[in-house]
């Protein structure tokens, strides 16, 4: 498979200015000749791998932070504000705008704040114009519209792995004793550190609720509705919020949110990635997901944790020096609604929009429980290796449905190897790629017979007297 060229000229100018050097001085200390830095700082050179090795050792450099991808991201989401008819002028090529995005991260960070406070005042105002009779009716104030996607886009620029909490659950789960019964041992913790005592109630009792703590009493009420391993999860919950509560709040503030509700959702996901790293510590679960080549149901068995859970567990492995495969996870319902998203690597979700209905996490609904392995392709060559299937939720009483809900964990192509999914796959075949999208309007691959809207990005082709498979055409 041929190496994907990184153009970063911009991205290792400001490296080079940020360190205080000259380009005599870096291309001496890489083994280049000044004339051939420069032509790699305007973009006329790819980075090669080799240079991006050595501009790591030399100068103990973080690779993601040269290798494209969050420029790449942030050239995704452009192009997907872009495509909103509210811009009536042609959309830039690619190239132009992956340009913009390497050399004025700033100005397009501007941009796309920008874009998201039109798409809350058209929000606001919508109710307003479908009916006059709710003229009373009161509208949340508009930076408290989307505080999900400030937590979102915040556990997407650190790789979904915080360290510092990391450390502590692991230090944690090596002082506890009885880590083969993980539920009783973090019910002990939290008795004899916190005077704290979990109590599993009847359904009767808590027939809406999952947990409630007793601030007063000092107890932590349960629901008889959680199978074990969510138990084990809100214990830990639990002791991050007693334990955890001032690193919690450092990171979050570090983070420089614009609400109150995004501190708050914040400091949720932060304690819920602290149980989750509890359940499973990374030294001992990196090596276990290695030796298994990443088999989520073994690893749920050996961890006492839910598919789901392992899943967001794999999608962490990011320490320095003892890094996993850079997973994605995707969840959604059997709608189409997303409830989680979350990337150690490059993958570019839609931010405004659904995903490629090609992508067979949508299939899964259909085979609840079985693993379904796809690799897929996206518009700019990037390809990956996913896994579908359903996840267990919280069943209530008769006759209320369970909810419906999906994952997909995915990673680089490249990867394919280490990931026991991968066995058995022809990918070097091009035709074992399954062509997807990010979302129809930004999707410009012809003839998909999937497709469920025309892209935005090029003028309709209509002809009266022709119709093909797909239901739009385009030039």
């Given at each position: 498979m041929a190496e994907r060229k990184i153009f970063a000229g911009p991205r290792l100018k400001r490296t080079r200015q940020g360190l205080s050097i000259s380009q005599a001085q870096m291309a001496r200390d890489l083994g280049i000749s000044p004339s051939y830095l420069n032509l790699v700082e305007r973009n006329q050179r790819p980075l090669t791998a080799q240079l991006l090795l050595k501009l790591a050792d030399t100068y103990d450099l973080d690779l993601r932070e040269l290798s494209g991808d969050s420029e790449e991201r942030l050239a995704s989401e452009i192009t997907e504000v872009l495509s909103d008819p509210v811009f009536s002028v042609p959309l830039p090529t690619s190239a132009e705008i992956l340009d913009v995005a390497s050399s004025s991260p700033k100005f397009s960070a501007a941009l796309l704040h920008l874009y998201q406070t039109y798409q809350r005042q058209i929000n606001q105002e919508a109710p307003l114009n479908e009916s006059l009779s709710e003229r009373n009716r009161r509208l949340p104030d508009d930076k408290n519209r989307f505080p999900i996607e400030e937590v979102r886009d915040y556990f997407h620029a650190r790789h979904n792995f915080i360290e510092e909490l990391d450390l502590h659950a692991e230090n944690l789960y090596d002082t506890l004793k009885q880590?083969?019964?993980?539920?009783?041992?973090?019910?002990?913790?939290?008795?004899?550190?916190?005077?704290?005592?979990?109590?599993?109630?009847?359904?009767?009792?808590?027939?809406?609720?999952?947990?409630?703590?007793?601030?007063?009493?000092?107890?932590?009420?349960?629901?008889?509705?959680?199978?074990?391993?969510?138990?084990?999860?809100?214990?830990?919950?639990?002791?991050?919020?007693?334990?955890?509560?001032?690193?919690?709040?450092?990171?979050?503030?570090?983070?420089?949110?614009?609400?109150?509700?995004?501190?708050?959702?914040?400091?949720?996901?932060?304690?819920?990635?602290?149980?989750?790293?509890?359940?499973?510590?990374?030294?001992?679960?990196?090596?276990?997901?290695?030796?298994?080549?990443?088999?989520?149901?073994?690893?749920?068995?050996?961890?006492?944790?839910?598919?789901?859970?392992?899943?967001?567990?794999?999608?962490?492995?990011?320490?320095?020096?003892?890094?996993?495969?850079?997973?994605?996870?995707?969840?959604?319902?059997?709608?189409?609604?997303?409830?989680?998203?979350?990337?150690?690597?490059?993958?570019?979700?839609?931010?405004?929009?659904?995903?490629?209905?090609?992508?067979?996490?949508?299939?899964?609904?259909?085979?609840?429980?079985?693993?379904?392995?796809?690799?897929?392709?996206?518009?700019?060559?990037?390809?990956?290796?996913?896994?579908?299937?359903?996840?267990?939720?919280?069943?209530?009483?008769?006759?209320?449905?369970?909810?419906?809900?999906?994952?997909?964990?995915?990673?680089?192509?490249?990867y394919a190897d280490q990931v026991v999914y991968g066995d058995g796959l022809q990918l070097d075949n091009p035709s074992a790629l399954t062509p997807i999208g990010v979302t129809c309007r930004m999707c410009e691959r012809h003839n998909c017979t999937s497709r469920a809207f025309p892209p935005m990005t090029q003028p309709l082709k209509i002809d009266a007297n022709l119709k093909k498979l797909s239901a739009f055409e385009f030039h």
């Open positions: 880590t083969d019964n993980l539920f009783t041992a973090l019910r002990t913790h939290l008795i004899e550190k916190h005077g704290i005592r979990i109590s599993i109630l009847p359904l009767h009792a808590m027939p809406d609720t999952q947990r409630r703590f007793d601030h007063h009493n000092k107890r932590l009420f349960l629901s008889e509705l959680l199978p074990l391993p969510s138990r084990i999860f809100q214990a830990g919950v639990m002791i991050a919020q007693q334990e955890q509560s001032q690193c919690i709040t450092q990171l979050t503030e570090e983070a420089g949110f614009d609400t109150e509700d995004a501190k708050q959702l914040c400091r949720i996901g932060l304690a819920n990635y602290f149980a989750g790293a509890l359940m499973m510590p990374y030294g001992t679960f990196i090596e276990s997901a290695r030796s298994l080549r990443y088999d989520i149901s073994i690893l749920s068995a050996r961890f006492g944790a839910s598919i789901e859970q392992v899943a967001h567990r794999l999608s962490t492995l990011q320490r320095t020096n003892n890094r996993g495969v850079p997973f994605f996870l995707l969840r959604l319902d059997n709608a189409g609604n997303i409830s989680k998203r979350f990337s150690a690597d490059g993958f570019h979700f839609a931010k405004f929009g659904g995903t490629c209905p090609k992508w067979n996490v949508h299939d899964a609904f259909a085979t609840p429980g079985q693993i379904i392995v796809q690799p897929v392709q996206l518009p700019d060559s990037t390809s990956y290796l996913t896994m579908s299937r359903t996840v267990d939720t919280i069943n209530g009483p008769h006759p209320e449905p369970a909810r419906k809900l999906a994952i997909s964990l995915g990673c680089e192509i490249g």
